[in-house]
T-cell receptor, first 110, second 121 residues
Framework: GDSVTQMEGPVTLSEEAFLTINCTYT??????LFWYVQYPGEGLQLLLK?????DKGSNKGFEATYRKETTSFHLEKGSVQVSDSAVYFC?????????FGTGTRLQVFP | NAGVTQTPKFQVLKTGQSMTLQCAQD?????MYWYRQDPGMGLRLIYY???????DKGEVPNGYNVSRLNKREFSLRLESAAPSQTSVYFC????????????????????FGPGTRLTVL
């Protein structure tokens, strides 16, 4: 069945460091791909998405490119801030529901 | 436009008690979902309703029941709470809009509520 695998955390970085969180997927058909972010004590909110191969989603300095050839959707940011500390979830869209990865906790220190 | 709302925000139950978690959305979405989130486990789908009048089991449906009361509301019921049901529960909704070929998945954004923190003693 469809699945999402993302790197285990926590990922610990200093402010202004470069961020990569890896996400790979297995799917039949042509799913859409999403990154959601969960700040402490809150629900999940959409960070960015891409609906077809080679699309790049971007928001708040974060980017991810839908790579069909490597079945990947890695999340990147050039310079992280303390306020980016959160849990990040990669997800793919099946026929009627999202399939989530297990989440990666990011901790950014000043 | 309140988005997805959940009540209550916090709840403490004793083993064997029952309760209903309420969820409502004001975005005219077709599909609604209930998840639970446990430390180190990510999100697990309990039940979902792809459209008004339908409900389906997710990964972890045992011990729960749901009702899609109307297009806006989707409730989750614990008939006899157990300590293993201590968790944070999230409701979510989406339009259920699909583009492209039949093989294409849903393309629309899923919106989440703020969560209900449930403790079963």
């Amino acid at each position: 069945g469809d699945s999402v695998t993302q790197m285990e955390g926590p990922v610990t970085l200093s402010e202004e460091a470069f961020l990569t969180i890896n996400c790979t997927y297995t799917a039949t058909g042509y799913p859409s791909l999403f990154w959601y972010v969960q700040y402490p004590g809150e629900g999940l909110q959409l960070l960015l998405k891409a609906t077809k191969a080679d699309d790049k989603g971007s928001n708040k300095g974060f980017e991810a490119t839908y790579r069909k050839e490597t079945t990947s959707f890695h999340l990147e940011k050039g310079s992280v801030q303390v306020s980016d500390s959160a849990v990040y979830f990669c997800a793919l869209s099946g026929s009627d529901k999202l399939i989530f990865g297990t989440g990666t906790r990011l901790q950014v220190f000043p | 436009n309140a988005g997805v709302t959940q009540t209550p925000k916090f709840q403490v139950l004793k083993t064997g008690q029952s309760m209903t978690l309420q969820c409502a959305q004001d975005m005219n979405h077709n599909s609604m979902y209930w998840y639970r989130q446990d430390p180190g486990m990510g999100l697990r789908l309990i039940y979902y309703s792809a459209s008004e009048g339908t409900t389906d089991k997710g990964e972890v449906p045992n011990g729960y029941n749901v009702s899609r009361l109307n297009k806006r509301e989707f409730s989750l019921r614990l008939e006899s709470a157990a300590p293993s049901q201590t968790s944070v529960y999230f409701c979510a909704s989406r339009t259920g809009y699909r583009t492209g070929s039949k093989a294409g998945g849903l393309t629309d954004t899923q919106y989440f509520g703020p969560g209900t923190r449930l403790t079963v003693l």
